[in-house]
Protein backbone atom coordinates (compact mmCIF):
# COMPACT_ATOMS: atom_id res chain seq x y z
CA UNK A 1 0.00 0.00 0.00
CA UNK A 2 1.25 3.28 -0.81
CA UNK A 3 2.36 6.25 2.10
CA UNK A 4 -0.80 7.63 3.57
CA UNK A 5 -0.85 11.27 3.57
CA UNK A 6 -4.65 11.94 4.34
CA UNK A 7 -7.67 10.96 4.90
CA UNK A 8 -11.70 12.08 4.20
CA UNK A 9 -14.30 11.41 6.72
CA UNK A 10 -17.81 11.56 5.80
CA UNK A 11 -19.73 13.52 8.76
CA UNK A 12 -23.44 12.63 8.73
CA UNK A 13 -23.75 8.94 10.58
CA UNK A 14 -19.94 8.43 10.41
CA UNK A 15 -18.38 10.73 13.18
CA UNK A 16 -21.86 12.01 14.43
CA UNK A 17 -25.53 10.31 15.26
CA UNK A 18 -28.57 12.04 14.96
CA UNK A 19 -30.16 12.17 18.27
CA UNK A 20 -34.09 12.43 18.72
CA UNK A 21 -34.85 14.20 16.14
CA UNK A 22 -38.24 14.97 14.50
CA UNK A 23 -38.93 15.87 10.85
CA UNK A 24 -42.15 16.33 11.14
CA UNK A 25 -41.63 18.69 13.78
CA UNK A 26 -39.28 20.66 11.72
CA UNK A 27 -41.93 20.90 9.04
CA UNK A 28 -44.74 22.54 11.57
CA UNK A 29 -41.79 24.96 12.56
CA UNK A 30 -40.92 25.56 8.76
CA UNK A 31 -44.72 25.90 7.81
CA UNK A 32 -45.19 28.39 11.31
CA UNK A 33 -41.83 30.69 9.46
CA UNK A 34 -43.53 30.85 6.09
CA UNK A 35 -46.45 32.23 7.86
CA UNK A 36 -44.65 34.60 10.12
CA UNK A 37 -42.49 35.69 7.07
CA UNK A 38 -46.63 36.78 5.59
CA UNK A 39 -47.35 34.25 3.18
CA UNK A 40 -51.40 33.50 4.06
CA UNK A 41 -51.53 29.54 3.03
CA UNK A 42 -52.76 26.66 5.12
CA UNK A 43 -50.71 23.83 7.28
CA UNK A 44 -52.51 21.37 4.82
CA UNK A 45 -52.05 23.05 0.91
CA UNK A 46 -48.26 23.90 2.03
CA UNK A 47 -47.26 20.74 3.21
CA UNK A 48 -48.45 19.12 -0.14
CA UNK A 49 -46.81 21.51 -2.06
CA UNK A 50 -43.74 21.74 -0.74
CA UNK A 51 -43.70 17.34 -0.27
CA UNK A 52 -43.98 17.38 -4.19
CA UNK A 53 -41.60 20.01 -4.52
CA UNK A 54 -39.34 18.49 -2.26
CA UNK A 55 -39.95 14.84 -4.01
CA UNK A 56 -38.72 16.97 -7.67
CA UNK A 57 -35.58 17.45 -6.67
CA UNK A 58 -34.84 14.55 -4.55
CA UNK A 59 -35.36 12.80 -7.59
CA UNK A 60 -32.72 15.17 -9.13
CA UNK A 61 -30.56 15.19 -6.85
CA UNK A 62 -30.37 11.31 -6.08
CA UNK A 63 -30.07 10.47 -9.69
CA UNK A 64 -28.21 13.42 -11.23
CA UNK A 65 -25.92 13.47 -8.07
CA UNK A 66 -26.71 17.24 -8.84
CA UNK A 67 -27.04 18.88 -5.32
CA UNK A 68 -30.52 21.53 -4.89
CA UNK A 69 -30.61 23.49 -1.99
CA UNK A 70 -34.10 23.60 0.31
CA UNK A 71 -34.41 27.32 -0.53
CA UNK A 72 -35.35 25.77 -4.35
CA UNK A 73 -38.14 23.79 -3.21
CA UNK A 74 -39.75 25.89 -0.99
CA UNK A 75 -39.70 29.10 -3.32
CA UNK A 76 -41.05 26.14 -6.11
CA UNK A 77 -43.82 25.12 -3.22
CA UNK A 78 -45.31 28.71 -2.55
CA UNK A 79 -45.12 29.62 -6.36
CA UNK A 80 -47.22 26.74 -7.13
CA UNK A 81 -49.63 28.31 -4.23
CA UNK A 82 -49.54 31.77 -6.05
CA UNK A 83 -46.69 33.54 -4.60
CA UNK A 84 -44.23 34.99 -6.21
CA UNK A 85 -40.50 34.24 -4.71
CA UNK A 86 -37.24 33.38 -5.63
CA UNK A 87 -35.08 30.99 -3.54
CA UNK A 88 -32.73 34.31 -2.47
CA UNK A 89 -35.65 35.72 -0.83
CA UNK A 90 -34.68 36.64 2.40
CA UNK A 91 -37.56 35.20 3.77
CA UNK A 92 -37.43 31.59 2.38
CA UNK A 93 -33.79 31.54 3.74
CA UNK A 94 -34.65 32.62 7.33
CA UNK A 95 -37.23 29.53 7.36
CA UNK A 96 -34.65 27.21 6.38
CA UNK A 97 -32.47 28.07 9.42
CA UNK A 98 -35.38 27.76 11.42
CA UNK A 99 -36.42 24.41 9.92
CA UNK A 100 -32.79 22.98 10.84
CA UNK A 101 -32.67 23.99 14.48
CA UNK A 102 -33.53 20.59 15.59
CA UNK A 103 -31.69 19.15 13.45
CA UNK A 104 -28.32 20.83 14.16
CA UNK A 105 -29.71 20.43 18.75
CA UNK A 106 -29.73 16.72 17.38
CA UNK A 107 -26.05 16.22 16.41
CA UNK A 108 -23.79 14.53 18.72
CA UNK A 109 -19.81 12.98 18.14
CA UNK A 110 -19.96 9.02 18.48
CA UNK A 111 -17.80 7.78 21.05
CA UNK A 112 -13.57 8.17 20.35
CA UNK A 113 -14.61 10.29 17.29
CA UNK A 114 -12.82 13.91 18.57
CA UNK A 115 -9.78 11.53 20.05
CA UNK A 116 -9.25 9.94 17.06
CA UNK A 117 -9.08 13.02 14.66
CA UNK A 118 -7.27 14.86 16.86
CA UNK A 119 -4.52 12.13 16.69
CA UNK A 120 -4.79 11.67 13.19
CA UNK A 121 -4.56 15.08 12.43
CA UNK A 122 -0.61 15.15 14.09
CA UNK A 123 0.52 12.75 11.12
CA UNK A 124 -2.29 13.48 8.04
CA UNK A 125 -3.68 16.00 6.23
CA UNK A 126 -8.10 15.57 7.26
CA UNK A 127 -10.63 16.42 4.87
CA UNK A 128 -14.35 16.05 5.18
CA UNK A 129 -17.01 15.46 2.41
CA UNK A 130 -20.81 15.84 3.12
CA UNK A 131 -23.87 15.30 1.57
CA UNK A 132 -25.83 18.29 2.23
CA UNK A 133 -28.28 20.11 0.90
CA UNK A 134 -27.27 23.21 3.28
CA UNK A 135 -23.78 24.08 4.06
CA UNK A 136 -24.49 26.55 7.05
CA UNK A 137 -25.84 24.01 8.98
CA UNK A 138 -22.74 21.59 8.43
CA UNK A 139 -20.15 24.29 9.41
CA UNK A 140 -22.17 25.01 12.29
CA UNK A 141 -22.02 21.86 13.65
CA UNK A 142 -18.65 21.01 13.00
CA UNK A 143 -18.46 24.71 15.49
CA UNK A 144 -20.54 22.30 17.99
CA UNK A 145 -18.32 19.76 18.07
CA UNK A 146 -15.24 21.70 18.39
CA UNK A 147 -13.68 19.49 15.50
CA UNK A 148 -13.45 22.16 12.82
CA UNK A 149 -9.84 22.91 13.50
CA UNK A 150 -9.05 18.95 12.85
CA UNK A 151 -9.83 19.44 9.03
CA UNK A 152 -7.44 20.67 6.05
CA UNK A 153 -10.55 21.41 3.60
CA UNK A 154 -14.45 20.80 3.97
CA UNK A 155 -16.45 20.17 1.44
CA UNK A 156 -20.15 20.15 1.48
CA UNK A 157 -22.32 19.33 -1.17
CA UNK A 158 -24.65 22.33 -1.74
CA UNK A 159 -21.12 24.23 -2.02
CA UNK A 160 -19.72 21.94 -4.02
CA UNK A 161 -22.71 21.37 -6.79
CA UNK A 162 -22.34 17.47 -6.83
CA UNK A 163 -23.15 14.92 -4.35
CA UNK A 164 -21.43 11.86 -3.61
CA UNK A 165 -20.98 9.73 -5.62
CA UNK A 166 -19.95 11.74 -8.23
CA UNK A 167 -16.51 11.26 -9.11
CA UNK A 168 -16.15 15.16 -8.92
CA UNK A 169 -16.42 16.29 -5.44
CA UNK A 170 -14.09 13.51 -4.28
CA UNK A 171 -11.90 15.25 -7.09
CA UNK A 172 -12.07 18.46 -5.50
CA UNK A 173 -11.26 17.20 -2.09
CA UNK A 174 -8.12 15.73 -3.46
CA UNK A 175 -7.01 18.62 -5.07
CA UNK A 176 -7.74 21.34 -2.34
CA UNK A 177 -5.59 18.33 -0.16
CA UNK A 178 -2.81 18.27 -2.56
CA UNK A 179 -3.26 14.40 -2.77
CA UNK A 180 -3.21 11.80 -4.79
CA UNK A 181 -6.30 8.96 -4.62
CA UNK A 182 -3.93 6.01 -3.84
CA UNK A 183 -2.06 8.26 -0.81
CA UNK A 184 -5.57 8.87 0.28
CA UNK A 185 -8.24 6.94 2.58
CA UNK A 186 -12.03 7.63 2.86
CA UNK A 187 -13.81 6.43 5.90
CA UNK A 188 -17.78 6.54 5.58
CA UNK A 189 -20.86 4.85 6.53
CA UNK A 190 -22.99 4.55 3.05
CA UNK A 191 -22.05 1.64 0.76
CA UNK A 192 -22.50 3.38 -2.18
CA UNK A 193 -22.04 7.13 -1.54
CA UNK A 194 -19.39 6.62 0.80
CA UNK A 195 -17.45 3.63 -0.48
CA UNK A 196 -18.50 3.17 -3.89
CA UNK A 197 -18.18 6.61 -4.59
CA UNK A 198 -14.07 6.74 -2.65
CA UNK A 199 -13.15 3.31 -4.70
CA UNK A 200 -13.97 4.53 -8.01
CA UNK A 201 -11.33 6.95 -7.71
CA UNK A 202 -8.90 4.77 -6.73
CA UNK A 203 -8.87 5.75 -2.70
CA UNK A 204 -8.39 2.86 -0.03
CA UNK A 205 -11.92 3.26 1.96
CA UNK A 206 -13.14 1.95 5.60
CA UNK A 207 -16.92 1.43 6.10
CA UNK A 208 -17.93 2.14 9.62
CA UNK A 209 -21.79 1.42 10.46
CA UNK A 210 -23.72 3.96 11.95
CA UNK A 211 -27.49 4.05 12.48
CA UNK A 212 -28.55 4.69 9.01
CA UNK A 213 -26.22 1.59 7.58
CA UNK A 214 -25.56 -1.71 8.83
CA UNK A 215 -23.58 -4.08 7.91
CA UNK A 216 -26.18 -5.91 6.21
CA UNK A 217 -26.38 -2.97 4.44
CA UNK A 218 -22.86 -3.34 3.21
CA UNK A 219 -23.28 -6.89 2.32
CA UNK A 220 -26.52 -6.34 0.47
CA UNK A 221 -24.62 -3.40 -1.79
CA UNK A 222 -21.87 -5.62 -2.79
CA UNK A 223 -18.79 -3.05 -2.17
CA UNK A 224 -15.78 -3.97 -0.32
CA UNK A 225 -13.64 -1.67 1.77
CA UNK A 226 -10.48 -2.35 2.79
CA UNK A 227 -11.31 -2.31 5.99
CA UNK A 228 -14.69 -2.77 8.17
CA UNK A 229 -15.08 -2.21 11.92
CA UNK A 230 -17.80 -2.28 14.09
CA UNK A 231 -17.90 1.35 15.87
CA UNK A 232 -15.24 4.52 15.58
CA UNK A 233 -14.03 3.08 18.96
CA UNK A 234 -12.71 0.47 16.84
CA UNK A 235 -12.07 2.23 13.91
CA UNK A 236 -9.56 4.73 16.06
CA UNK A 237 -7.56 1.39 17.21
CA UNK A 238 -7.27 -0.05 14.33
CA UNK A 239 -6.44 3.32 11.78
CA UNK A 240 -2.69 3.85 13.00
CA UNK A 241 -1.75 -0.13 11.84
CA UNK A 242 -4.06 0.24 8.57
CA UNK A 243 -2.48 3.37 7.58
CA UNK A 244 1.16 1.91 8.40
CA UNK A 245 0.59 -1.61 6.30
Not at 32 to 57: C, M, P, Q, R, W
Not at 196 to 214: D, E, L, N, R, W
Given at each position: MPLIKAIIFDFIGTLTNVKNYSLETSKIKLYKAIVEAGFNVSLEKFLDAYSDAHEKYRV???QELVEVTNAVWISEALNTLGFKTTPEDS????????????YLDSLELRPCAKK??????????????SNFTYAPVIYAGLGKLCIKQFFNTILISEDVGWRKPHIKIFKESLRRLNAKAQETVYVGDSPLEDIKGAQAIGMKTIFVPSQFYSLENLHCSQQKPDLIVKNVCEL????PEFLEE
Amino acid sequence: MPLIKAIIFDFIGTLTNVKNYSLETSKIKLYKAIVEAGFNVSLEKFLDAYSDAHEKYRVIRYQELVEVTNAVWISEALNTLGFKTTPEDSRIKMAVNVFFEDYLDSLELRPCAKKMLEEASQDYKLGLISNFTYAPVIYAGLGKLCIKQFFNTILISEDVGWRKPHIKIFKESLRRLNAKAQETVYVGDSPLEDIKGAQAIGMKTIFVPSQFYSLENLHCSQQKPDLIVKNVCELYKSLPEFLEE
